[in-house]
């Protein structure tokens, strides 16, 4: 679902800005995509260009048949407008309204640097045999077991079943066993933890069918309906 080492973050902006209440759950990606236009060199855009841009700066894998309906959406409310048939700008109205990311970014990254510091010395402390791991892109493994995990992640967030499974080996492993010792013992960047694992889930439905997809999506507990529902 996400690039590598900034998806994270991506999760988190997604979930902070999430609103239950917008008409339609696509409306929580239009920031994304304002954004994406905002900050590309020139003022006209080419419209194939989005997602990537989007995938770069927040990790967030929006799928290519979706940009088209939010560019449909941010048009429609006056925020941008086509040129020719494949490029896009901002209209005035949506430089004035243009979400304030920046500040979010700057805030989730300094989160994600420190989370990735206490997976690193988590692991040279607990699992020594597994010290390679540190080498590598840890953000990029927290990010995806919330991909593969996020709903056993949350369920323990409500003091429901660990995480972690004894059954499995190598990083996921370790991970899961991460995020069990942050639930018991450091409930400030376990909550970062729940956050990012919610956005997860909120990502994840791009991949569905969003018809409908509004009524049906709660951030409420208890879960019950995997990745079809949201955190």
Same mark, same amino acid.
């Given at each position: 679902?996400? #690039? /590598?080492? !900034?998806?994270?973050?991506?999760?988190?902006i997604?979930?902070?800005?999430?609103?239950?209440?917008?008409p339609?759950y696509?409306?929580?990606f239009?920031?994304?995509?304002?954004?994406?236009? !905002?900050?590309?060199?020139?003022a006209?855009?080419?419209?194939h260009?989005?997602?990537?841009s989007i995938?770069?700066?927040?990790?967030?894998?929006?799928?290519?048949?979706?940009?088209?309906?939010?560019l449909?959406?941010? #048009?429609? @409310?006056?925020?941008?407008?086509?040129?020719?048939?494949d490029?896009?700008r901002?209209?005035?109205?949506?430089?004035?309204?243009?979400?304030?990311?920046? !500040?979010?970014?700057?805030?989730y990254?300094?989160?994600?640097?420190?989370?990735? =510091?206490?997976?690193?010395?988590?692991?040279?402390?607990?699992? /020594? @045999? =597994?010290?390679?791991?540190?080498?590598?892109d840890?953000?990029?493994?927290?990010? @995806?077991?919330?991909?593969r995990?996020?709903?056993p992640?949350?369920?323990?967030?409500?003091?429901?079943?660990?995480?972690?499974?004894?059954?499995?080996?190598?990083?996921?492993?370790?991970?899961?066993a991460?995020?069990? =010792?942050?639930?018991?013992?450091?409930q400030?960047?376990?909550?970062?933890?729940?956050?990012?694992?919610?956005?997860?889930m909120?990502?994840?439905?791009l991949?569905?069918?969003?018809?409908?997809? =509004?009524?049906?999506? !709660?951030?409420d507990? /208890?879960?019950?309906?995997?990745?079809?529902?949201?955190?």
């Amino acid at each position: 679902m996400a #690039t /590598p080492g !900034s998806a994270l973050v991506g999760y988190a902006i997604l979930r902070a800005n999430y609103n239950s209440q917008a008409p339609n759950y696509l409306d929580n990606f239009v920031p994304f995509v304002l954004s994406a236009i !905002s900050s590309a060199p020139n003022a006209i855009v080419e419209r194939h260009t989005i997602a990537s841009s989007i995938r770069d700066v927040f990790g967030v894998d929006i799928p290519a048949l979706v940009v088209p309906r939010l560019l449909r959406r941010t #048009t429609r @409310e006056g925020l941008t407008e086509p040129v020719g048939t494949d490029a896009v700008r901002l209209t005035p109205k949506g430089e004035q309204g243009l979400p304030d990311l920046t !500040s979010a970014l700057v805030q989730y990254r300094r989160k994600q640097a420190e989370l990735v =510091h206490e997976f690193s010395s988590f692991i040279e402390a607990e699992f /020594p @045999e =597994h010290d390679e791991l540190t080498t590598g892109d840890l953000a990029a493994n927290l990010a @995806e077991f919330f991909d593969r995990q996020a709903v056993p992640v949350l369920s323990q967030s409500l003091g429901k079943d660990s995480a972690a499974d004894a059954t499995k080996s190598g990083i996921q492993y370790v991970v899961a066993a991460f995020v069990a =010792h942050l639930a018991a013992r450091d409930q400030v960047r376990f909550a970062y933890v729940v956050e990012a694992a919610k956005g997860a889930m909120l990502a994840s439905v791009l991949d569905l069918d969003t018809s409908g997809m =509004h009524d049906s999506l !709660s951030l409420d507990p /208890p879960m019950s309906r995997g990745c079809a529902g949201a955190p």
